[in-house]
């Protein structure tokens, strides 16, 4: 109930080519849906986030879409560069105030090949 | 930019040792957390902390760890006797105005129990 899926595991793009990343939840209390994005030896770093009373949220090239019924969202990276080359994971939260603890998906490996 | 910093940023410990993980929030935040990443895997919660006392969890976080702010600017993560599990890489977050979204993570003590 707690869990958040995310797929593919790793993925290998082309430079200019769009990256997809999906997850899905079960839990209907999450209210909260960021990504974060993270480089070796570095924390996570928030990139974008979306709560569910929109079904898309874009922020230059990254873009969330969600979908409420399915209990899915996904993260699409458009014109992906090397520089995108990180780990990627979804999570949810119940609320998006302070002090909310964030269940995190297992992550994505992006490789984005010049 | 403000930024969670976070001390050792290795650290190689002696199983059955004690070891203290030192974290500086960003300053005017008031919520504090701890999760930990085993290598290759997700990102996991393990406690947070407000107003001077936990205020959340996980299964993770039993008698072997203890939080403390000690003073007003380090928040501290203690190990008790340390097994070889307890390897991971361990990240202090803090959340507080000005974060919309969610928190700001360190990056990382990569704690190493031999």
């Known amino acids: 109930q707690q869990q958040v899926k995310q797929s593919p595991q790793s993925l290998i793009v082309q430079k200019g080519g769009i990256s997809i990343i999906n997850c899905a939840y079960e839990?209907?209390?999450?209210?909260?849906f960021p990504w974060y994005q993270q480089f070796p030896g570095k924390g996570p770093a928030l990139l974008i986030a979306?709560?569910?009373?929109?079904s898309e949220k874009k922020e230059g090239r990254f873009t969330i879409s969600f979908n409420k019924s399915a209990k899915q969202f996904s993260l699409h990276i458009m014109d992906s560069q090397p520089g995108d080359s990180a780990t990627y994971f979804c999570?949810?939260?119940?609320?998006?105030?302070?002090?909310?603890?964030?269940?995190f998906g297992p992550g994505t490996r992006l490789s984005v090949l010049p | 930019e403000p930024e969670v910093t976070q001390t050792p940023s290795h650290q190689v410990t002696q199983m059955g040792q004690e070891v203290i993980l030192r974290c500086v929030p960003i300053?005017?935040?008031?919520?504090f957390y701890w999760y930990r990443q085993i290598l290759g895997q997700k990102v996991e919660f393990l406690v947070s902390?407000?107003?001077?006392?936990?205020?959340?969890k996980s299964e993770i976080f039993d008698d072997q760890f203890s939080v403390e702010r000690p003073d007003g600017s380090n928040f501290t993560l203690k190990i008790r006797s340390t097994k070889l599990e307890d390897s991971a890489m361990y990240f202090c977050?803090?959340?507080?105005?000005?974060?919309?979204?969610?928190?700001?993570f360190g990056s990382g003590t990569r704690l190493t129990v031999v």
């Open positions: 999570a949810a939260s119940i609320g998006d105030n302070y002090g909310q603890n964030f269940v």
């Open positions: 839990n209907t209390a999450f209210d909260y």
């Open positions: 300053s005017n935040h008031l919520y």
């Open positions: 979306i709560r569910p009373d929109v």
């Open positions: 902390f407000y107003n001077n006392e936990i205020s959340e």
């Open positions: 977050a803090s959340w507080g105005p000005g974060d919309n979204y969610g928190y700001t």
